[in-house]
């Protein structure tokens, strides 16, 4: 089975190296992808890495520790906003970075703050997950209200790229191709930290808060800590991405803190597959891109399919598409097995 | 004093609303364990029956009339389609019912446009108060929010309906040893909260701007008044309205309205932390 | 002079439970002697397992005290009472049944010692129990008496001092009730072990002293061959009292 849980033991179990393999596989497209592209059509492939990396982060929340949020954007926007909003403050070739940062503390600081109330609070389920709707919300208005700081519907431009300089020495990734290396280069990152931490004891203790939080208490593990940890990894690793995307589009909009992308980042995870991490990047292309021709087709026809396919998910396919392919490759390779095995 | 009496009107007609929207979620919610995240969608619906009524030339309180019609026909229909499928699955319904508002949510907007609708006020003019003068209409909006409130109270507390609704909260597997016939219930119960949205929305419309997203609003400070009073009693839902009107009104007189939501969203917060299971729990 | 009689490992005095008007437990007293078996039988209702939540941490009491290990333990989270080597097993099965048997176990190990003891212990655990050859099963898919070998081996795992039993033979059969009295004899000394129990067989083949509740108090206490012929739980058991 591709699922990232724990198969425990050896190193490298047969899982494990399948999982590698298809990953690597992955990884060589958009490694590869530079090399016969144009700029704008690269810059599509960037952004929708960043949404992957995103969606990453709230896969790491609700497919390995069973919280599902439904304002993760609002961690994303903070990012986003707080490097646009922070970053002209500071000039100099690593004002990107540092706004970036800047934001990334800002975002961990609003997860420690409402996760602490909440998840010490014995607050679960979805009482949490409307409070993390409020949360969307109530940031999307403070954006769309607070004007003169944030740009108000308008949004704000002119954040710069990302880069760093010493002195005369400056290294800046202002165009298309370096900046999506940089972006893949994150979200490996990013994946194989999840992955490997989530191999041994650590993804076994997630998975035991996942299925019984109480039992997983009684066998002495600090859930409530646990818990907080995920989430304040989860907001870090949302505005990291928030903060690369205002990065390299040099512009940010209220339209990044909202309740659509809120949405829509659940419906990443959900397509792909809940906990692969992997999955979630797949189901952001696959999405982004009905999303380009549906939008283009009629842009009224978009949200309405998101509807549909919420309930559509909760009738027909409660966990994700990848388990339904897993079953059609596993039906076929049973085909094949009684053809091979038959006189 | 002079301030003192539109403030306590202005909370008492938030509060109120906020009663009508909270009431229909939190029976729910105590009910079942169900959230129902297109209950916003109730009052868009009330409010737009409103502009629709009132842009045929129907009247105002025609539109009182109509709208618990049409919102309690869409609850039905939503319990009945999806929400009655998914009750062992909380997460599930709010994904579903997500989804189900999102369709909803662009389906008025493919009828009637995305722009503002159009509604007309009632009554117009102020009365004199105690030494204030106050708009007549929200003045008839309270006592009228009131009154349905008190019905809505007396139906629970002294009707046979109320007592098996009140049954069905308490324990539900009892109830249903005891021969009552909770899908019934639960069906009836998602019906009249729908409608009572649908009331707050041809109420609150005249006051605000009636455009199709508006119920995502009524929704997260809803869902603060059962998080904050606690869900399956009306003691629970005055309470919690009472908090969540309140603060906000009072804070709307100092700071821009997005800043109060944001303190609302915190003490809501920071009050689950002391209170998880609300100031009356059920 | 005389050797200091060795502190009891639990003193567990007044214990009250009350939920809304209701009295689980009314004023119980339990003290154990480290590395003592214990059995506690009664009734249904009688305040059994509210008296094992209690002593686990799971719920606080509404009046006494609970001292483990000298410790004063109320109101300490429930991770703790772990920690300080408190285990539990629930009478309804609550293994991960979604996890491979072998996870249950490592998860089981809360203590951070290093991947490869985990994994020695957890091997040996299973070697015990019986159950090497289901090792990356799901543990939902074991028989029910597996199950509840499971269970009492991830209790074990992290190597407790005092391991509370809810019901462990509830389902099992003659053969697995008459090995796992084995396996909690054989820990006498060691391990302090209390059990709840219904079936008198393996209550008997125990042979440990028995405390008896009912509704919410203790009636009787001492060696098993005593209660048994004590009239009064006897009366109580067929529901005369």
């Given at each position: 089975?591709?699922?990232?849980?724990?198969?425990?033991?050896r190193?490298?179990s047969?899982?494990?190296?399948?999982?590698?393999?298809?990953?690597?596989?992955?990884?060589a497209i958009?490694l590869?992808?530079?090399?016969w592209?144009?700029?704008y059509?690269?810059?599509?492939?960037?952004?929708?890495?960043?949404?992957?990396?995103f969606?990453?982060?709230?896969?790491?929340l609700?497919?390995?520790?069973g919280i599902l949020?439904?304002g993760h954007?609002a961690f994303?926007g903070v990012?986003?906003?707080?490097?646009?909003?922070?970053?002209?403050?500071?000039g100099?070739?690593a004002?990107?970075?540092?706004?970036c940062?800047?934001?990334?503390?800002?975002?961990?600081?609003?997860?420690?703050?409402?996760?602490?109330?909440?998840?010490?609070?014995?607050?679960?389920?979805?009482?949490f997950?409307?409070?993390?709707?409020a949360?969307?919300?109530?940031?999307q208005h403070?954006?769309?209200?607070?004007?003169?700081v944030?740009?108000?519907?308008?949004g704000l431009?002119?954040?710069?790229?990302?880069?760093i300089?010493?002195?005369?020495?400056?290294?800046?990734?202002?165009?298309p191709?370096?900046?999506?290396y940089?972006?893949?280069?994150i979200?490996l990152?990013?994946?194989?930290?999840?992955w490997?931490?989530?191999?041994?004891q650590y993804?076994?203790?997630?998975a035991?808060?996942r299925?019984?939080?109480?039992r997983?208490?009684?066998l002495?593990?600090?859930?409530?800590?646990?818990?907080?940890?995920v989430?304040?990894?989860?907001?870090g690793?949302?505005?990291?991405?928030?903060?690369?995307y205002?990065?390299v589009?040099g512009?940010?909009?209220?339209?990044?803190?909202?309740?659509?992308?809120?949405?829509e980042?659940?419906?990443?995870?959900?397509?792909?597959?809940?906990?692969?991490?992997?999955?979630?990047?797949i189901?952001a292309f696959?999405?982004l891109r009905?999303q380009?021709?549906?939008?283009?087709?009629?842009?009224?026809?978009?949200p309405?399919?998101i509807?549909?396919?919420?309930?559509?998910?909760v009738?027909?396919?409660?966990?994700?598409?990848?388990?339904?392919?897993?079953?059609?490759?596993?039906?076929?390779?049973?085909?094949?097995?009684k053809?091979?095995?038959?006189? | 004093?002079?301030?003192a009496?539109?403030?306590?009107?202005?909370?008492l007609?938030?509060?109120?609303?906020?009663?009508?929207?909270?009431?229909?979620l939190?029976?729910?919610?105590?009910l079942?364990?169900?959230?129902?995240?297109a209950?916003?969608?109730?009052?868009?619906?009330?409010?737009?029956?409103?502009?629709?009524?009132?842009?045929?030339?129907?009247?105002?309180?025609?539109?009182l009339?109509?709208?618990p019609?049409?919102g309690g026909?869409?609850?039905?229909?939503?319990?009945?389609?999806?929400?009655?499928?998914?009750y062992?699955?909380?997460?599930?319904?709010?994904?579903?019912?997500?989804?189900?508002?999102l369709i909803?949510?662009?389906?008025?907007?493919?009828?009637f446009?995305?722009?503002?609708?159009?509604v007309?006020t009632?009554?117009?003019?102020?009365?004199?108060?105690?030494g204030?003068?106050?708009?007549?209409?929200?003045?008839v909006?309270?006592?009228?929010?009131m009154?349905?409130?008190?019905?809505t109270?007396?139906?629970?507390?002294k009707?046979?309906?109320?007592?098996?609704?009140?049954?069905v909260?308490q324990?539900?597997?009892?109830?249903?040893?005891?021969?009552?016939?909770?899908?019934?219930?639960f069906?009836?119960?998602?019906?009249?909260?729908?409608?009572l949205a649908?009331?707050?929305?041809?109420?609150i419309?005249?006051?605000?701007?009636?455009?199709?997203q508006?119920g995502?609003?009524?929704?997260?400070r809803?869902?603060?008044?059962?998080i904050?009073?606690?869900a399956?009693?009306?003691?629970?839902?005055a309470?919690?309205?009472?908090?969540v009107?309140?603060?906000?009104?009072v804070?709307?007189y100092q700071?821009p309205v997005?800043?109060s939501?944001?303190?609302?969203?915190v003490?809501?917060?920071?009050?689950?932390?002391?209170?998880?299971?609300?100031?009356?729990?059920? | 002079?005389?050797?200091?009689?060795?502190?009891?490992?639990?003193?567990?005095?007044?214990?009250?439970a009350?939920?809304?008007?209701l009295?689980?437990?009314?004023?119980?007293?339990?003290?154990?002697?480290?590395?003592?078996?214990?059995?506690?039988?009664?009734?249904n209702g009688?305040?059994?397992?509210?008296?094992f939540n209690?002593?686990?941490?799971t719920?606080?009491?509404?009046?006494g005290?609970?001292?483990?290990?000298?410790?004063?333990?109320?109101?300490?989270?429930?991770?703790?009472?772990?920690?300080l080597?408190?285990?539990r097993?629930?009478q309804v099965?609550?293994?991960f049944?979604?996890?491979?048997?072998?996870?249950n176990l490592?998860?089981a190990?809360?203590?951070?010692?290093?991947a490869?003891?985990?994994?020695e212990?957890a091997?040996?655990?299973?070697?015990?129990?019986?159950?090497?050859?289901?090792?990356?099963?799901?543990?939902?898919?074991?028989?029910h008496?597996?199950?509840?070998?499971?269970?009492?081996g991830?209790?074990?795992?992290?190597?407790p001092?005092?391991?509370?039993?809810?019901?462990p033979?509830?389902g099992?059969?003659?053969?697995?009730?008459?090995r796992t009295a084995?396996?909690?004899r054989?820990?006498a000394?060691r391990?302090?072990?209390?059990?709840?129990e219904?079936?008198?067989?393996?209550?008997?083949?125990l042979?440990?002293?028995?405390?008896?509740?009912?509704?919410?108090?203790?009636?009787?206490?001492?060696?098993?061959?005593?209660?048994e012929?004590d009239?009064?739980?006897?009366?109580?058991?067929?529901?005369?009292?």
């Amino acid at each position: 089975m591709i699922e990232s849980a724990t198969t425990s033991g050896r190193p490298t179990s047969s899982a494990d190296r399948a999982w590698l393999l298809i990953a690597a596989g992955l990884a060589a497209i958009p490694l590869l992808y530079p090399l016969w592209t144009d700029p704008y059509s690269l810059s599509v492939v960037r952004d929708a890495l960043i949404f992957g990396l995103f969606a990453l982060s709230l896969d790491f929340l609700w497919g390995k520790a069973g919280i599902l949020s439904f304002g993760h954007a609002a961690f994303f926007g903070v990012g986003a906003y707080g490097t646009a909003i922070v970053a002209p403050m500071i000039g100099g070739d690593a004002a990107g970075l540092v706004g970036c940062l800047a934001g990334i503390a800002m975002a961990v600081g609003i997860a420690v703050v409402v996760g602490y109330f909440l998840i010490f609070g014995g607050v679960r389920g979805a009482y949490f997950t409307i409070v993390t709707l409020a949360l969307s919300l109530v940031a999307q208005h403070i954006v769309i209200g607070w004007a003169r700081v944030t740009g108000g519907d308008a949004g704000l431009i002119g954040t710069p790229p990302p880069g760093i300089g010493f002195g005369e020495w400056s290294f800046v990734l202002a165009d298309p191709v370096s900046q999506h290396y940089l972006v893949l280069a994150i979200s490996l990152a990013a994946v194989l930290a999840i992955w490997a931490a989530c191999r041994g004891q650590y993804g076994r203790v997630l998975a035991a808060i996942r299925g019984n939080e109480l039992r997983a208490r009684t066998l002495g593990h600090n859930t409530g800590l646990h818990l907080l940890v995920v989430l304040m990894l989860s907001a870090g690793l949302a505005a990291l991405a928030g903060g690369l995307y205002a990065m390299v589009s040099g512009f940010v909009a209220p339209d990044l803190i909202g309740l659509l992308l809120s949405t829509e980042v659940i419906v990443w995870v959900a397509i792909g597959g809940r906990g692969t991490l992997i999955g979630p990047f797949i189901g952001a292309f696959v999405v982004l891109r009905l999303q380009q021709e549906v939008s283009s087709f009629n842009p009224r026809l978009w949200p309405l399919l998101i509807g549909a396919f919420f309930v559509a998910m909760v009738f027909l396919f409660p966990n994700g598409l990848l388990p339904l392919f897993e079953r059609a490759w596993e039906r076929m390779r049973g085909v094949a097995r009684k053809r091979a095995l038959a006189p | 004093m002079d301030q003192a009496i539109p403030l306590l009107l202005n909370i008492l007609t938030l509060t109120s609303i906020l009663m009508l929207v909270g009431l229909g979620l939190a029976i729910i919610f105590g009910l079942m364990n169900v959230i129902n995240m297109a209950h916003g969608e109730f009052v868009t619906i009330g409010a737009f029956t409103l502009s629709a009524l009132q842009g045929i030339g129907g009247s105002y309180w025609l539109a009182l009339l109509v709208a618990p019609l049409i919102g309690g026909a869409f609850g039905f229909l939503l319990e009945r389609g999806i929400v009655r499928h998914l009750y062992a699955r909380p997460l599930d319904t709010i994904l579903a019912t997500w989804g189900i508002s999102l369709i909803l949510q662009q389906v008025l907007q493919l009828l009637f446009g995305s722009g503002p609708q159009e509604v007309f006020t009632p009554i117009h003019g102020t009365i004199s108060i105690l030494g204030s003068s106050y708009p007549a209409y929200r003045l008839v909006l309270i006592a009228f929010a009131m009154t349905l409130l008190a019905i809505t109270f007396l139906v629970f507390r002294k009707t046979r309906f109320g007592l098996d609704l009140r049954a069905v909260i308490q324990d539900r597997d009892m109830a249903e040893a005891l021969g009552i016939d909770t899908r019934r219930i639960f069906a009836i119960a998602f019906a009249i909260g729908a409608a009572l949205a649908a009331v707050a929305g041809v109420l609150i419309a005249p006051l605000t701007n009636v455009l199709a997203q508006m119920g995502a609003n009524y929704l997260a400070r809803s869902f603060f008044v059962v998080i904050v009073g606690g869900a399956g009693s009306i003691g629970g839902i005055a309470a919690g309205s009472a908090v969540v009107g309140g603060l906000e009104t009072v804070l709307n007189y100092q700071v821009p309205v997005t800043v109060s939501q944001a303190i609302v969203l915190v003490a809501a917060v920071v009050l689950v932390r002391f209170r998880p299971r609300g100031l009356v729990p059920a | 002079m005389s050797a200091a009689a060795p502190e009891p490992i639990l003193a567990a005095r007044g214990l009250v439970a009350r939920f809304g008007g209701l009295q689980a437990v009314r004023g119980v007293d339990l003290v154990l002697e480290s590395g003592e078996l214990r059995c506690i039988i009664g009734p249904n209702g009688a305040g059994k397992s509210t008296l094992f939540n209690m002593v686990a941490g799971t719920l606080r009491p509404s009046e006494g005290s609970i001292r483990y290990l000298g410790r004063e333990v109320i109101g300490l989270p429930i991770h703790t009472f772990a920690r300080l080597g408190i285990a539990r097993k629930f009478q309804v099965p609550s293994l991960f049944p979604e996890m491979p048997v072998l996870d249950n176990l490592l998860v089981a190990e809360h203590a951070g010692v290093s991947a490869g003891i985990r994994r020695e212990r957890a091997e040996r655990m299973m070697a015990r129990l019986g159950l090497e050859h289901q090792a990356g099963m799901r543990a939902g898919a074991l028989a029910h008496g597996q199950k509840q070998w499971l269970e009492i081996g991830m209790a074990l795992m992290a190597e407790p001092k005092l391991l509370l039993l809810d019901e462990p033979t509830a389902g099992m059969t003659v053969d697995e009730t008459r090995r796992t009295a084995e396996l909690l004899r054989g820990f006498a000394g060691r391990l302090t072990t209390v059990v709840i129990e219904h079936d008198m067989r393996f209550v008997r083949a125990l042979g440990c002293r028995t405390t008896v509740m009912h509704q919410g108090r203790i009636i009787a206490d001492g060696p098993f061959e005593q209660i048994e012929a004590d009239a009064l739980v006897r009366d109580v058991y067929l529901g005369r009292r």
